[in-house]
């Protein structure tokens, strides 16, 4: 019987949550399917053997990264709608979304768009999590609103729910949009279209 002390394994020589961060950027640039395991592995600064012990698969890759994602734009979400009023609360959101689907810090467009909303059958799960995603953020849209409504914040006859799928909507073509060159001025220019459509001003 070996009485021989087992190794133990070194620490990983990365911080998991940067490598997260630049995995994120690759999807975001390529998509789920367009991102290859040599462009994530070169990104991360890891090899294959690493990325595989610690994050399991490509798949499990991505929804870490996904939901690292998704805690700064749910915090950014949340930050833009702590306003006084609804239209304040919508307008905050709005210009905030324009600015940060143009910020030069990272792909334009949104992660939540590109990353997969045209998946093969075998990668439906992908879609299913960026789905799930914007669902979430739409729902804290919702929530504001409704709290709006009970307030007599909104004028009467207005539905929340589908205000809240309307400045989503916006939101979400705004990245579109983004992706394909369209400047943060003449987004925030729709803005101001969208606003006279929303609510009347309340500030």
Not at 44 to 71: C, D, V
């Amino acid at each position: 019987m070996s009485t021989e002390t087992p190794t133990i394994g070194r620490p990983r020589a990365f911080d998991e949550e940067a490598v997260l961060d630049r995995a994120a950027e690759v999807f975001w640039r390529h998509g789920y399917e367009g991102a290859s395991m040599t462009a994530l592995t070169s990104a991360m600064g890891i090899n294959r053997p690493s990325l595989y012990a610690t994050f399991g698969s490509k798949e499990q890759l991505f929804e870490r990264a996904f939901a690292r994602y998704r805690e700064t734009q749910l915090a950014n979400v949340r930050a833009a709608l702590d306003r006084p009023t609804a239209y304040a609360a919508i307008e905050a959101f709005l210009r905030s979304s324009a600015d940060g689907l143009t910020a030069g810090d990272h792909p334009l467009g949104c992660l939540s768009i590109q990353g997969g909303l045209a998946c093969s059958p075998e990668n439906a799960r992908i879609s299913e999590v960026l789905a799930a995603g914007r669902a979430a953020n739409e729902a804290v849209v919702e929530e504001r609103l409704s709290r709006a409504a009970r307030e007599g914040d909104l004028p009467p006859g207005v539905d929340h729910r589908a205000l809240a799928r309307f400045v989503m909507a916006l939101s979400e073509g705004f990245a579109v949009h983004a992706a394909s060159g369209t400047s943060r001025e003449d987004l925030q220019a729709s803005v101001n279209v969208a606003l006279r459509a929303l609510v009347p001003s309340q500030s």
